[in-house]
T-cell receptor, first 113, second 115 residues
Framework: GESVGLHLPTLSVQEGDNSIINCAYS??????FIWYKQESGKGPQFIID?????DKRQGQRVTVLLNKTVKHLSLQIAATQPGDSAVYFC????????????FGAGTRLAVHP | DGGITQSPKYLFRKEGQNVTLSCEQN?????MYWYRQDPGQGLRLIYY???????QKGDIAEGYSVSREKKESFPLTVTSAQKNPTAFYLC??????????????FGQGTRLTVV
């Protein structure tokens, strides 16, 4: 498959543990944030999103936390499974303009049995 | 089968050649985007289009060109002016959503290699 992100930071976790992936975003004016999962050789897939008027949002096995004070976003994955192994990107949308998403560099999650 | 189709999956280009990457969608989304992805980096925006017959340069448009003659199609041409075209190219679409709060949907990408 494709080697997307050869030099990305890697988070290694044991199967069954919880994972926390962090992202520092750049623009205090951003009002919408998205987490994407990208498997090798594939396009990114939507995981969960959050608007800037919220500080927490939960999905199935995933939780996104937003701290606007320090411009920090995190993705928590509960009971991490081997299928969660992928590169995870956060994206931010700048408010007031076009719906342009700005992507972070990504973090590789490696799940070990 | 709804979604975004990028073709080809792999593309090889000789130096000095122009090549065109195809992106077709049947999601009826107004906005379409082209991103470039290099190892160790996030996605960088090349061009985007909000409506038919309109498109705007992104952050790294030099050496690329696009057209948007139909809502369903947003082809990207990598010209010989692009000095380092080897990369993974991703096409995305986005619906307007409630006040624009809408995620982008991605195709499966085209891997372009200069030989």
């Amino acid at each position: 498959g494709e080697s997307v992100g050869l030099h990305l930071p890697t988070l290694s976790v044991q199967e069954g543990d919880n994972s926390i992936i962090n992202c520092a975003y750049s623009n205090s004016a951003s009002d919408y944030f998205i987490w994407y999962k990208q498997e090798s050789g594939k396009g990114p897939q939507f995981i969960i999103d959050i608007r800037s008027n919220m500080d927490k949002r939960q999905g199935q096995r995933v939780t996104v936390l937003l701290n606007k004070t320090v411009k920090h976003l995190s993705l928590q994955i509960a009971a991490t499974q081997p299928g969660d192994s992928a590169v995870y990107f956060c994206a931010e949308r700048e408010s007031g303009g076009y719906n342009k998403l700005i992507f972070g560099a990504g973090t590789r999650l490696a799940v070990h049995p | 089968d709804g979604g975004i189709t990028q073709s080809p999956k792999y593309l090889f280009r000789k130096e000095g050649q122009n090549v065109t990457l195809s992106c077709e969608q049947n999601l009826n989304h107004d906005a379409m985007y082209w991103y470039r992805q290099d190892p160790g980096q996030g996605l960088r925006l090349i061009y985007y289009s909000q409506i038919v017959n309109d498109f705007q340069k992104g952050d790294i448009a030099e050496g690329y060109s696009v057209s948007r003659e139909k809502k369903e199609s947003f082809p990207l041409t990598v010209t010989s002016a692009q000095k380092n075209p080897t990369a993974f190219y991703l096409c995305a679409t986005q619906t307007g959503g409630e006040r624009g709060y809408a995620e982008a949907f991605f195709g499966q990408g085209t891997r372009l290699t200069v030989v």
